[in-house]
């Protein structure tokens, strides 16, 4: 059976894992106000290397989505929605869309919300939508 990968917990992505399973979705922030995800060692836009984790509200705006009908590996549960949701404060997130019942339509902007999702001793930023919260 293949094993479904585990994230990485080095010095640039373990932050972010670690609040995630302490229930807080972050994201970097460098001193200038630029926010951007994926993490880099420096600011994309000013590169400055001396950005932090900042907090983040968890919700956004479906932007993308499809509807997973055959597993990659063994023993994952079909179907499931992945998902790109535009978060409220500029960034973009790939995840995966929770708690959504079979043939129920999606559109693009429907709002969601954070759900975090943990797995061991580790967590996924997942999203469902608000109005089923």
């Known amino acids: 059976m293949t094993e479904l990968p585990v994230p990485v917990f080095d010095d640039l992505w373990g932050p972010f894992w670690k609040e995630l399973v302490d229930g807080r979705l ?10 951007f995800f994926v993490p880099e060692p420096v600011c994309p836009t000013c590169l400055s290397a001396t950005w932090s984790w900042s907090p983040a509200a968890g919700r956004g705006s479906l932007y993308s989505w499809s509807v997973v009908h055959r597993a990659p590996v063994a023993d994952v549960a079909t179907p499931y929605v992945i ?14 869309l929770v708690d959504v019942a079979p043939g129920r339509p999606l559109l693009a902007g429907d709002r969601v919300a954070l759900r975090i999702t943990h797995r061991g001793g580790w967590a996924l930023p997942t999203f469902a939508l608000e109005e089923d919260q």
Not at 26 to 35: F, S, V
């Open 26 to 35: 972050t994201m970097p922030l460098c001193p200038n106000g630029h926010r």
């Open 83 to 96: 998902a790109v949701v535009d978060l409220d404060e500029g960034w973009t997130l790939m995840t995966h």
